[in-house]
């Protein structure tokens, strides 16, 4: 026997509700962002790009009264809210402009007796009573993309619903300033109150290049520093510690 549980969750875990009925089917699309581009004299190539934000698709209903197929029942029974509160909950989230989590995860019962099944697995049900079915399983945040319901016709008050999901990856925005005059504005780095050397005591092991690259930020001036104190190519290979240089 196999039981799968699809749970919502809002504001890390404060709401959760678990669908109360299982959808037939999980849709979960994952597409490319890859561009094609014509060159002249060669042709169209492709140039791969990172892939879109995955999207998932539910479609199910909220039942009004306990089908047998309703993951609430017996002990549970109270867990299972009515149709229009599920609604409810969905839109406050969404109007909340917040993300949620989505978990999906698929559990098999094994059953011991059965002389098919591996004694390994056995094993493990007699410790777990449950195992995992695989690499079945998706914790996510999401942002809900989309949410549609309807009144089931000739029932007595089901709601079928589709709600749409896109994976949330969460970042931190930059903050800007905007003046009067509709620029923006960044805010700058704080100018550095130490005065630069203008000059450096050669050490052991120093060269032009790394001296440069430490003291003015380019290693390729290590050139206009051997110019600045007339150091001649043959000293490059071997600086004379103690000696003093101009930087500037």
């Known amino acids: 026997m196999e039981e799968y549980g699809f749970y919502l969750s809002f504001n890390n875990y404060e709401e959760v509700i678990r669908l109360p009925v299982n959808p037939e089917t999980l849709e979960i699309k994952e597409n490319g962002d890859s561009k094609s581009y014509t060159v002249v004299d060669f042709g169209e190539i492709n140039?791969?790009?990172?892939?879109?934000?995955?999207?998932?698709?539910?479609?199910?209903?909220?039942?009004?009264?306990?089908?047998?197929?309703?993951?609430?029942?017996?002990?549970?029974?109270?867990?299972l809210l009515k149709p229009y509160e599920y609604v409810e909950l969905i839109r406050k989230w969404m109007l909340s402009r917040r993300p949620v989590r989505f978990v999906f995860s698929g559990l098999k019962a094994v059953n011991v007796q059965d002389t098919q099944t591996p004694d390994w697995l056995k094993q493990a049900s007699t410790q777990a009573q449950q195992t995992f079915t695989g690499d079945i399983g998706i914790n996510m945040a999401v942002s809900i993309e989309s949410f549609s319901w309807k009144l089931s016709a000739g029932s007595s008050g089901d709601i079928e619903y589709t709600i749409g999901l896109k994976k949330y990856v969460f970042y931190q925005a930059l903050a800007m300033k905007v003046d009067s005059k509709g620029e923006v504005k960044t805010q700058q780095k704080r100018a550095s109150e130490k005065t630069a050397p203008s000059t450096y005591t050669i050490k052991a092991g120093d060269t032009l290049w790394s001296i440069a690259q430490k003291h003015l930020g380019d290693g390729s001036k290590s050139k206009t520093l051997q110019k600045l104190n007339s150091i001649p190519d043959s000293e490059l290979k071997k600086l004379k510690p103690g000696r003093v240089i101009k930087l500037s």
Request: no cysteine.
């Open 47 to 79: 140039a791969i790009a990172y892939p879109k934000l995955t999207e998932i698709t539910i479609e199910s209903i909220f039942p009004a009264q306990y089908y047998p197929f309703v993951v609430y029942s017996g002990e549970n029974a109270g867990k």
